[in-house]
């Protein structure tokens, strides 16, 4: 079955500096999510991607933020200087071409920790 | 912005006894997802729910769609350890994707 796939699994990076999380989504889908999950807390969206632009960001997806779909298979968060506080779990997920499929299929996370 | 409210937060049962979370949106919904995560996993799919007053079920779980969209709930029957994991409503807003509620943790005592 296929499946989102993200890398690294962990992320240990120092305050201020730049990190880039990977994900894969499923191969026929269209539509590519971020959510981002502090220890023990709720699933918080970021940010959703169709058609090689953003069609939603939250409060918490800032100038801090971006992503980008660099090829046909990768999708990238790139976080900017990070901060302590953007230590958590980031999810990636994917949806599939049809409109109807609310269905979200998520990766593995990638857990970031900043010190 | 768009929020969903889930309750309880955390929930303790016996084994074999049922158990219930509530998502609640002031309002009405396009449609509201379930999903489930096991401690060090990820979020998984379970159910979608999009017409008023739906009702699915999935073996021993039961889940509702208020007749106004405005609200969900989870039931779980007869829990069994298994069943271990934090449950998570997902709930889409005309115009707006998914955002999710706090999730109702829940722990299963053999």
């Known amino acids: 079955e296929p499946e989102v796939t993200q890398t690294p699994s962990h992320q240990v990076t120092q305050m201020g500096q730049e990190v880039i999380l990977r994900c894969v989504p499923i191969?026929?889908?269209?539509?590519f999510y971020w959510y981002r999950q502090i220890l023990g807390q709720k699933v918080e969206f970021l940010v959703s991607?169709?058609?090689?632009?953003?069609?939603?960001k939250s409060e918490i997806f800032d100038d801090q933020f971006s992503v980008e779909r660099p090829d046909g298979s990768n999708f990238t968060l790139k976080i900017r200087s990070t901060k302590l506080e953007d230590s958590a779990m980031y999810f990636c997920?994917?949806?599939?071409?049809?409109?109807?499929?609310?269905?979200?299929?998520f990766g593995p996370g990638t857990r970031l920790t900043v010190t | 912005g768009q929020q969903v409210m889930q309750i309880p937060q955390y929930q303790h049962v016996q084994e074999g006894e049922d158990f219930t979370t509530y998502c609640n949106s002031s309002?009405?919904?396009?449609?509201i997802q379930w999903y489930k995560q096991r401690p060090g996993g990820h979020p998984v799919f379970l159910i979608q729910l999009v017409k008023s007053g739906e009702v699915k079920k999935q073996k021993r779980l039961t889940f509702q769609f208020g007749e106004a969209k405005k609200n969900s709930s989870l039931h779980i029957t007869a829990t069994q350890t298994t069943d271990v994991g934090t449950y998570f409503c997902?709930?889409?807003?005309?115009?707006?994707?998914?955002?999710f509620g706090a999730g109702t943790r829940l722990t299963v005592k053999p």
């Open positions: 191969s026929n889908h269209l539509y």
């Open positions: 997920a994917s949806k599939p071409r049809s409109l109807s499929t609310y269905e979200q299929y």
């Open positions: 309002t009405t919904l396009s449609n």
């Open positions: 997902a709930a889409s807003f005309p115009g707006y994707d998914m955002r």
């Open positions: 991607f169709y058609n090689n632009e953003i069609s939603e």
